[in-house]
């Protein structure tokens, strides 16, 4: 049973460039939540998707966007990168209504130069 | 608002001796969870444990339990007999906005076992 798998798993872009990751859930979740998590902090929610719509929204700017597929598969786009969004992105499902944790996947390391 | 606290930037434990991770939380919920993740130098956040703050008896999973302190808002996690393989992050979280809303998680604590 795979968990969550989110590709690519490094990437470096250029200050002012747009990016987009992208996030397949566990099997049979249909909650997508994306966070960061900058170097040496704990990760900070941007956003949660569900039936296609996102749902709550962290404390981002709207540079961040993102989407969800209707087999619930998720992107996040950043546009007009800036260094400081050189961070870990984490990708993590859920089954909406079941208590319980969210299972994370192993992120993307995205680097802005 | 939520706030977790984790006052320990690193620990160290000698590999088979017990080693209690601290966690405080701040929240006005009434009902509410807390989480335990391990997060390796692969970077995956791996959950341990969860405790609900309506559950009469503390949770253990295996090696982990939390020693769940509801008057003084700390859940802090015990790891007994430690292995080499938990030299890693550890985070504690919460949801934000009820049960069903999403973590905000502490800062974390580096745990580093000693052969």
């Known amino acids: 049973d795979a968990g969550v798998t989110q590709s690519p798993t490094h990437l470096i872009k250029t200050r002012g460039q747009q990016v987009t990751l992208r996030c397949s859930p566990k099997s049979g979740h249909d909650t997508v939540s994306w966070y960061q998590q900058a170097l040496g902090q704990g990760p900070q929610f941007i956003f949660q998707?569900?039936?296609?719509?996102?749902?709550q929204r962290g404390n981002f700017p709207d540079r961040f966007s993102g989407h969800q597929f209707p087999n619930y598969s998720s992107e996040l786009n950043v546009n007009a990168l800036l260094l400081g969004d050189s961070a870990l992105y984490l990708c993590?499902?859920?089954?909406?209504?079941?208590?319980?944790?969210?299972?994370f996947g192993s992120g993307t390391r995205l680097t802005v130069v | 608002a939520q706030k977790i606290t984790q006052t320990q930037p690193g620990m160290f434990v000698q590999e088979k001796e017990a080693v209690t991770l601290d966690c405080t939380y701040d929240?006005?919920?009434?009902?509410?969870?807390l989480f335990w993740y391990k997060q390796p130098s692969s970077g995956e956040m791996i959950f341990l444990i969860y405790q609900g703050s309506y559950d009469e008896q503390n949770a253990t999973e295996g090696r982990y339990s939390l020693n769940f302190q509801k008057a003084r808002k700390s859940a802090n996690l015990v790891i007994s007999a430690s292995q080499l393989g938990d030299s890693a992050m550890y985070f504690c979280?919460?949801?934000?906005?009820?049960?069903?809303?999403?973590?905000?998680f502490g800062k974390g604590t580096k745990l580093s076992v000693k052969p």
């Open positions: 929240t006005s919920d009434q009902s509410y969870g």
């Open positions: 979280a919460a949801p934000y906005g009820g049960s069903q809303g999403n973590l905000i």
């Open positions: 998707y569900y039936e296609e719509e996102e749902r």
């Open positions: 993590a499902s859920r089954v909406t209504g079941r208590k319980g944790g969210y299972t």
